[in-house]
């Protein structure tokens, strides 16, 4: 599919997506939580889609309701011998130590960019828990058999916080005797922390076994009782997203006003940060009961570090490429392993519009343009560059046209529908406009 933007102003109120970070983290938990789950607001990205798929092949049942899921689970009992992961890097980090978790022997697949990333962790990791693993080469498709054993052990959190994500689950499962002794997750270098933060608000709100932490670098669960019944019905609220959402606001300081809803100051996710960095920017925004509106102005380039939310890396191009001045990012070294690699994309496919991008060691700069130019771009079927320039596209010179705009399905399905909503000038494939 291709996207034309031509550049038109914005102006209006837009609701956040759901959170795919969030709706995926209580897929897994509702899965664990033996009983009745509901899933108020949730996501319907293909990455929410896979990890519904996932819980179903691993014996859960889930029912679409009206704004809500319902998901009945007696634990991981697999009815399948095959799961499927989509494009989800979460989904494939996050599950596979809970399917570990049964005894049944249990092949892992994915699609597209899921096919070449790094999957070393677990051949690494999973066989010190008693799980039996082959994979190819540390790459996909990758076979398991457990049960996993929770034990305690050392793992590398340098390439992500997933991987720590899915231990911490399998660890912490309410099946009574899980946990018989105190037992230790070390971790060194860990990064994304907020993502952990979050992973662990979930596990609470699921009465799963939440582990003590010591600065992130011990995770400590205590023995899990076997007499008292935990599992409980559960009603949980997926947060909008802060990922989605960041789009949005660049979009609205860039072509606005506008009032994005839906956003929770106080979330754990990784994303909020992009509140500091719009500040770092000098950007007119107000925050209140209402939401957060942005307008556009002078903006100046700015410095910040996106080492624990490097999926704000394509939104903030778009951002520094209208600010005044040079605007330094750091934490290039996270984003090798995405859908693309997400650095040298952005460099490519910004430099089509005008927009200068220098990469050195950890340390991504952005030279503001004066003119950002529309331009035939490609998202490397990378979703968040796809958005970043639809974003940048709302105030070039010139109409843009995205190649394989399509990707945005990946986790946020209803961006270009959004952002007509706000009044862009927004067509597919044959200049057909999305609503008429």
């Known amino acids: 599919m291709k996207a034309t933007i031509r550049p038109t102003r914005l102006k209006g109120s837009i609701l956040a997506p759901a959170s795919k970070s969030s709706m995926q983290r209580a897929c897994a938990a509702a899965l664990l939580n033996k009983g009745v789950s509901r899933l108020l607001n949730p996501g319907h990205s293909n990455d929410d889609k896979a990890a519904i798929g996932i819980i179903q092949a691993l014996g859960a049942t889930v029912t679409h309701e009206q704004d809500a899921l319902v998901i009945k689970s007696g634990g991981v009992q697999p009815i399948a011998d095959t799961i499927h992961c989509g494009e989800s890097g979460l989904s494939i980090r996050m599950f596979t130590p809970l399917v570990a978790l049964s005894n049944q022997e249990i092949t892992i697949n ?91 608000d979930v596990m609470k ?14 995770f400590v669960f205590s023995k899990q009782p076997t007499s008292e019944a935990i599992n409980s019905p559960v009603e949980y609220v997926v947060e909008g997203d802060w990922s989605g959402g960041a789009f949005l606001l660049v979009a609205g ?67 520094a490429a209208y600010c005044n001045g040079q605007t330094t990012i750091r934490g290039v070294s996270r984003l090798m392993h995405k859908e693309s690699n997400r650095a040298l994309t952005l460099q490519d496919e910004f430099d089509k519009m005008g927009v200068f991008i220098e990469l050195e060691g950890d340390t991504m700069t952005i030279h503001g343009s004066e003119f950002v130019k529309g331009a035939d771009v490609h998202s490397n079927h990378d979703h968040r560059i796809a958005m970043a320039c639809a974003v940048a596209a709302l105030n070039a010179v010139d109409e843009t046209v995205i190649d394989e705009a399509g990707a945005v399905n990946k986790s946020y ?24």
Request: hydrophobic content about 40%.
């Open 253 to 319: 300081l860039i072509a606005g006003p506008v009032t994005v809803r839906g956003l929770d100051l106080t979330s754990t996710q990784a994303d909020r940060a992009i509140i500091d960095a719009l500040m770092a920017a000098n950007a007119a925004i107000a925050m209140d009961a209402k939401g957060i509106t942005v307008h556009p102005g002078e903006m100046d380039g700015f410095y910040f570090d996106a080492t624990d939310c490097p999926d704000l890396f394509p939104p903030l191009v778009a951002l």
């Open 110 to 200: 994915g699609s597209g960019s899921l096919l070449t990333r790094p999957m070393d962790f677990f051949d690494e990791v999973l066989p010190q828990l008693g799980v039996k693993i082959s994979s190819q080469e540390g790459k996909l498709p990758m076979t398991v058999q457990g049960p996993l054993q929770p034990r305690n052990i050392t793992v590398d959190g340098s390439l992500s916080s997933q991987f720590l994500t899915g231990l911490l689950m399998a660890y912490g499962q309410t099946s009574e005797g899980s946990i018989q002794e105190e037992t230790t997750i070390s971790v060194k270098d860990l990064k994304s922390k907020p993502y952990i933060d979050l992973t662990l």
């Open 205 to 218: 709100q699921f009465g799963l076994n939440v582990p003590v932490h010591s600065n992130y670098e011990k």
């Open 413 to 436: 399905p209803d961006f270009f529908k959004d952002l007509e909503k706000l009044g862009a000038d927004v067509s597919l494939d044959n200049k057909i406009k999305l609503h008429e």
